[in-house]
């Protein structure tokens, strides 16, 4: 289990906090999505939990034990697999896995091979790492993180920009990780994604935690429904504010709302001399609950 | 319009691209300072040449050489042929430029003479040689002639009986035989270029390839740089420093283990040199480079470069940010050293002030210990001067790569 209590950080000359008195519980073998906009203290938070930045305030806590007592074997239980390819280009997919396995003092060659069945890479084992697609990147870069057989993993990022087999490739494996009790920490701008592998959500914003719980209580709550429509002649962010949603990033309006909310939009709409292409009014979804809290949060 | 645009977007993307900038600026005019400071040296090579002429004290030509030679600014010293050894010692100190020994124990007959003996030691600049060989020449063959020229006086030009004629006829015989004997004089070697070596034996003159491929070899081992930074610049640009944090590993082992294949490739380079030398010039025309005594002495030197040279690459590897920034500060940075250490201009030609300069070179200390060794056949003994600094430097930029690297570790890593 791993416990932050009141964790707050500050970065030199900078004018707000980073980390503001943060207090969070991830249970081992639990999947928690990390969400939050640009600037909320994501980033902040994860390296302090791998240990990357010295705590200045608070206090990180793994299984009772101080984050800063954890032995350096208890340390190297704690894996990342990075937005970036984290790996060397010019070695091979098989070479890459025994130098990391090496700096981990992992000699099992089985576990290698299994990972590289894992994550269906056995065809390309010989090539180099910078001849591989980008979806065989993600899947050598989340392999090599599975290198240290950790008990914590952050995973930040990682099915960026590539194709829907490499995705769900990852995908099944993540949920294969808290099947088998690895305490997962993910980070993704795909909701849908986070909704799907994790069961517990921290939503951070301007460095405070501002919501934490279950996946299923969010998307039982307040019988909020998601709203998106597409306006012509295209509106402005400030208008689209104004309906109470914002622009995403095909440009259609998005908001959480009720069924009463959804058809007072609908005419002002209409009154303020839009067409639509489309209006869709659907159930909830993690997507809604964040942009709907989002636009609730007042910058402090 | 849009060519407008697209001009001014090139504009804005030079002034933002500092390393580009530099190369285009800053490296120019680094050069044209260093080099034009290197080579305003005006005096002809020879000038302040301070020479040694041992000789028969009984030969007045010795004296009459010498003054002839002060005029061109050479500072002689006269000595007795009894001195030569004290001066061939104080020549390897570095006491003197050159030895002259004339061996003719008095003003003989053109004919007889015995050529002069330039004793030099096996590192000395070639053209620097040649100027001195020419001035040495025009000076000696000027003092004999005239000397001779003075013992020359005879005359018959007054009357015109049978008994003058045939004096006339004489004279004109005589003449004609000094004439024969000072064509002959031109026409043979007055010098003998004898090279000193450490031991204080005569040794074999150095080729023109033992001169040029220690300097190009020194300058290829410090390159090693380039590599060494496209791979740690790769390391902090794919996050995979963090990934070697997140490992626990330690940034000491991490260098050492930077260090060994690298270490291992300088040897290469010196040892391919060597045998590209021995083995592939010959083939082309050119003389073969060979090592003059034991081999030992040159694999410490080349131990002590690459350490240097290892120390130098890591210590910008970790300050640059980019591989781009690696190759202007490293690269230009090596350019610098060479162009300042004597590899690109003898340091001979350097005014005085340069030449100090100079020797705050790692380059220069490398090419001294190996022209002491290759050139001079000196022994180690000679070098670990040379070589000491060269460790030191390389220790000294290891220890600040490590301590950049350890803290790096801490903080550029990233999510």
Redesign the interface.
């Known amino acids: 289990m791993i416990r932050i209590e009141n964790l707050c950080h500050r970065y030199p000359a900078a004018a707000a906090a980073a980390l503001d008195s943060v207090c969070l519980t991830v249970a081992q073998g639990e999947a928690l999505g990390l969400l939050g906009p640009n600037g909320a203290g994501k ?1 902040t938070l ?2 302090l939990l ?1 240990g ?1 930045q010295p705590v200045q305030q608070g206090q990180i806590v793994f299984d009772d034990q101080p984050l800063v007592e954890l032995s ?1 074997a208890q ?2 239980r ?3 697999v ?8 010019l070695l091979s997919v098989w070479e890459n896995l025994c130098f ?1 396995a090496a ?2 003092g992992v000699k099992d060659k089985q576990h290698l091979r299994n990972l590289i069945k894992q994550t269906d890479l056995g065809a390309h084992t010989a090539k180099l790492a910078k001849n591989l697609s980008g979806g065989l990147k993600r899947r050598l870069n989340f392999a ?1 993180g599975q290198i ?1 057989r950790p008990t914590l993993i ?1 995973l ?1 990022e990682i099915t960026v920009g590539i194709d829907p087999e490499s995705r769900r490739f990852i995908l099944e494996n993540v949920a294969a990780l808290t099947a088998e009790g690895i305490t997962v920490i993910y980070t993704s701008h795909y909701l849908q994604e986070i909704e799907t592998l994790c069961s517990q959500i921290a939503l951070l914003n301007h460095g405070r935690l501002v919501y934490h719980g279950a996946l299923g209580d969010i998307l039982q709550q307040g019988g909020q429904h998601i709203l998106r429509f597409q306006t012509v002649p295209p509106c402005s962010p400030a208008q689209a504010a104004a309906w109470g949603g914002s622009l995403d990033a095909q440009g259609a309006v998005q908001l959480a709302t009720d069924e009463a909310g959804a058809a007072h939009i609908w005419q002002m709409v209409r009154q303020q001399g839009f067409q639509t292409a489309f209006f869709q009014f659907g159930h909830g979804s993690l997507e809604a609950f964040y942009l709907d809290f989002l636009n609730r949060q007042v910058a402090p | 319009m849009m060519f407008l645009h697209a001009v001014y977007k090139e504009f804005r993307l030079l002034g933002r691209d500092l390393h580009g900038l530099a190369v285009l600026f800053a490296m120019p005019i680094a050069f044209m300072l260093i080099m034009s400071v290197a080579l305003s040296k005006d005096a002809e090579p020879h000038a302040g040449a301070q020479i040694a002429l041992a000789g028969a004290a009984a030969n007045p030509v010795n004296a009459a050489f010498a003054h002839q030679l002060g005029t061109h600014d050479i500072k002689v010293q006269e000595a007795a042929l009894a001195d030569t050894g004290r001066l061939k010692t104080l020549l390897q100190q570095g006491g003197l430029d050159m030895l002259v020994v004339n061996p003719n124990a008095e003003a003989a007959a053109l004919a007889d003479d015995v050529p002069l003996q330039l004793w030099i030691k096996p590192d000395t600049e070639r053209s620097w040689l040649s100027a001195m060989r020419g001035i040495l020449q025009q000076s000696y063959t000027q003092t004999r002639i005239n000397m001779l020229a003075d013992h020359n006086e005879s005359r018959a030009d007054a009357p015109a009986g049978p008994q003058a004629r045939l004096l006339r006829q004489n004279i004109n015989e005589a003449l004609q035989q000094t004439f024969s004997d000072i064509d002959g004089y031109l026409n043979q070697a007055q010098f003998e270029a004898i090279y000193l070596g450490g031991s204080g034996q005569a040794v074999q003159k150095p080729t023109s390839v033992q001169h040029s491929v220690p300097a190009w070899l020194i300058f290829g081992m410090f390159f090693i740089m380039i590599p060494l930074s496209n791979v740690m610049a ?1 390391e902090r640009q ?3 420093l ?8 330690s940034a000491g082992s991490l260098l050492l283990a930077k260090l060994v294949p690298y270490f291992l490739i300088n040897q290469l380079q010196f040892a391919g040199m060597l045998l590209i030398g021995r083995y592939l010039l010959p083939l082309l025309g050119i003389d073969a480079f060979t090592l003059s005594g034991s081999i030992w002495p040159y694999a410490l030197l080349s131990c002590a470069i690459s350490l240097a040279a290892l120390g130098y690459g890591l210590l910008v590897s970790v300050l640059a940010k980019t591989t781009e920034q690696a190759v202007v500060l490293g690269g230009g940075g090596i350019i610098i050293m060479a162009a300042l250490g004597g590899i690109m201009v003898p340091a001979y030609v350097m005014p005085d002030s340069m030449h100090t300069i100079s020797q705050i070179s790692p380059m220069a200390w490398a090419l001294q210990a190996f022209h002491q060794l290759l050139l001079n056949r000196h022994g180690f003994a000679q070098v670990q001067h040379s070589m000491l600094l060269l460790v030191l430097f390389g220790a000294a930029c290891l220890l600040l790569a490590a301590a950049v690297y350890r803290k790096q570790l ?1 903080t550029q ?3």
Do not use: E, G, W
């Open positions: 980033t994860m390296s791998a990357l350096r340390k190297q704690i894996s990342l990075p937005q970036d390819f984290a790996f060397y280009p990391f700096l981990y090599i240290n952050f930040d | 790769m794919t996050n995979t963090t990934r070697l944090r997140m490992a626990q590993a801490k890593v990233r999510f």
